[in-house]
């Protein structure tokens, strides 16, 4: 385990100084997740603070950008993605990220080795930009616990498709808007569509 301000984060992201206390009280009036994962891109309430103008504004230069949150309890690595954008990731409880490098990615295949990624904790309270070409997917709790992390993302990143590319290539992970995906046999994605294509073990906390 590592953390986010030692200097091997370096390469996936940085920590960014935003006072992120108001957020942190609005999401835990949010409903608990009794069981797995769940994602919204965008919530008004998350969208109705000063944070949100601050983000929009200043972190990704005047964007339009939605500013939502992946919450609940996660302990497996199940799948990474990457966007063409950073995304912003504000820890509301503490949690761990799994990072790994979309150059280590093999496009003749693909595939993607789970060896290569790295865990990083980060404390509540903490904002990080996870640049472009980091892999990530939904975060994992502290000992078990319900984990609940703010996502800032370009507005339209996740929604579904508007044009489906022929699925050759690359664009084979193209999963939905600006979210390229790769999964683990063992995540159940394949249903969904997902490409398998991590090699190794599916990692777990």
């Known amino acids: 385990m590592k953390k986010v301000t030692e200097p091997s984060f370096r390469p996936y992201g940085r920590v960014l100084s935003l006072d992120v206390n108001d957020f942190v009280k609005t999401i835990r009036l949010h409903d608990a997740v009794p069981q797995g994962t ?58 761990y990220l799994m990072l790994g490098k979309q150059q280590d990615i093999d496009y003749t295949t693909n595939q993607y080795e789970t060896d290569k990624m790295e865990i990083f904790y980060v404390p509540a309270g903490t904002a990080v930009e996870l640049y472009a070409t980091t892999l990530h997917f939904a975060p994992c709790g502290v000992d078990g616990k319900e984990f609940r992390c703010g996502v800032v993302l370009p507005k339209g990143t996740n929604e579904e498709l508007q044009v489906v590319p022929a699925k050759k290539g690359e664009n084979a992970l193209l999963f939905a808007r600006n979210k390229w995906l790769i999964a683990h046999q063992d995540s159940g994605l394949d249903k969904d569509g997902a490409v398998i294509g991590l090699v190794g073990k599916n990692l777990e906390i």
Request: charged content about 20%; hydrophobic content about 35%; aromatic content about 12%.
């Open 38 to 95: 769940v994602y919204e891109p965008s919530v008004p309430a998350f969208e109705a603070l000063p944070l949100y103008t601050q983000l929009q504004d200043e972190v990704y230069g005047g964007l339009p950008v939605e500013f939502g949150h992946c919450s609940g309890f996660n302990t497996k690595l199940n799948a990474v993605e990457y966007h063409r954008s950073s995304e912003i990731d504000i820890a509301a409880t503490d949690l």
